[in-house]
């Protein structure tokens, strides 16, 4: 379960990922960043790339018990076909409520707009703010985020929230919600590869979920650097909800596209385990 931001907020807050992307730099490199600080957005380089709308998937039928059979089938199809054809897709009528979604969003404005030294050093949740890469051996293995990412069996700890009440109240609420989700569609992809249903236990289970709260600050280097480095998820399934913003870009068919947003869908995401 993942929720993105790609929201500015003030210098304090910020990690310094400065720092630590200048150290990723080559010595005879080092003026690199001080001479590209100021540099502009319409300087960039970016190549622009096409929005698509991903297929999207209404599961308003798999949710009502006085569907038929048949139109419950169609819909398990269009998962599969989805599945396989792009590894994304989008659901409509999932069943988490709009206001939870922006209520949940609210609240992770409030949390990453907290003093960069109170996120780090306090002990929040669990000590499961991180940013950057730390293994980045390399600029080109940097990612110019921040996140945290929470086991879903430490959301309800309330002393591991701190001043932040409100967001652990509603992180418990938007968690179960997105777990309904995560089954409803777990069910219909094992039943589609000839499993039985009890086999989402073994890879949905709660002590092997996360929620994970992305933010992608303003990078005042460059828009050729990471927000998140090319990576496929190792997971079984991820749902995301995307902000206004975008920058969704994922590989199809050997190219990079771009991610239309849809503030009304969650996005879905095969993982590593699935495909295994």
């Given at each position: ?91 409509v ?27 780090a ?20 293995q ?22 932040f ?56 280097i ?5 927000g998140?480095v ?37 996005i ?9």
């Amino acid at each position: 379960m993942t929720m993105d931001l790609n929201l500015s907020s003030g210098l304090n807050s910020n990690p310094p990922l400065l720092r630590d992307y200048a150290q990723l730099v080559c010595d005879q490199y080092t003026s690199f960043v001080d001479d590209n600080i100021h540099q502009c957005d319409e300087k960039t380089t970016t190549t622009m790339m096409m929005e698509y709308e991903l297929p999207v998937i209404d599961l308003s039928v798999l949710r009502d018990d006085e569907a038929s059979d048949e139109s419950k089938l169609e819909c398990m199809a269009k998962i599969a076909k989805a599945s396989s054809e792009w590894g994304f897709f989008q659901v409509v009528n999932h069943g988490v409520s709009l206001k939870l979604l922006s209520r949940m969003r609210e609240e992770q404005l409030k949390l990453f707009q907290a003093p960069f030294e109170k996120k780090a050093l306090c002990g929040l949740m669990n000590n499961s703010y991180r940013w950057g890469n730390p293994t980045a051996t390399c600029p080109n293995q940097f990612s110019w985020n921040e996140a945290f990412h929470i086991p879903l069996t430490k959301i309800s700890e309330e002393t591991s929230f701190g001043e932040f009440t409100s967001l652990r109240e509603v992180m418990v609420e938007y968690a179960a919600a997105m777990q309904e989700v995560a089954k409803l569609l777990a069910v219909v992809l094992v039943m589609n590869l000839g499993h039985p249903e009890d086999t989402l236990e073994e890879m949905c289970g709660e002590n092997t979920c996360f929620l994970r709260l992305n933010r992608y600050p303003a990078c005042p280097i460059s828009q050729e650097i990471f927000g998140l480095v090319p990576h496929t998820d190792s997971d079984f399934l991820t749902i995301l909800h995307q902000d206004e913003v975008g920058g969704l870009q994922l590989m199809k068919d050997s190219k990079w596209i771009s991610v239309k947003p849809n503030q009304n869908a969650l996005i879905v995401n095969i993982g590593d385990l699935f495909q295994v």
